[in-house]
């Protein structure tokens, strides 16, 4: 199952901390392809909250939901994350190490 750092709580926490979004707002990690070979056919976005197939993912506050398609292809990664000097979030996947959780 996907793991998030501490950094990207945060980041996801201040991406869904919208105003117009609910307190249940996440991210949401989807793919335009049913079977994912690699991260450049993920999409990422604040949601209001999960889609009904989605797995919900909660860390330190922070809120992701990962559609079916993207599930697999991210069940082995880490999502870390940072913002940039002009303020946009910028995410990225690593892999997990054996026995990391």
């Given at each position: 199952m996907l793991v998030l750092t501490q950094a990207a709580a945060e980041v996801v926490k201040s991406v869904t901390s919208a105003p117009q979004l609910p307190q249940a707002a996440g991210l949401r990690i989807s793919s335009s392809v049913a079977g994912p070979e690699d991260a450049s056919s993920l999409?990422?976005?604040a949601v209001p909250g999960p889609d009904a197939e989605d797995q919900v993912?909660?860390?330190?506050g922070a809120r992701v939901f990962v559609a079916p398609q993207a599930a697999r292809y991210l069940d082995d990664k880490i999502l870390d994350a940072q913002v940039d000097e002009t303020g946009n979030a910028r995410f990225s996947l690593g892999v997990q190490e054996p026995g990391e959780v």
């Open positions: 999409q990422v976005e993912l909660e860390a330190a």
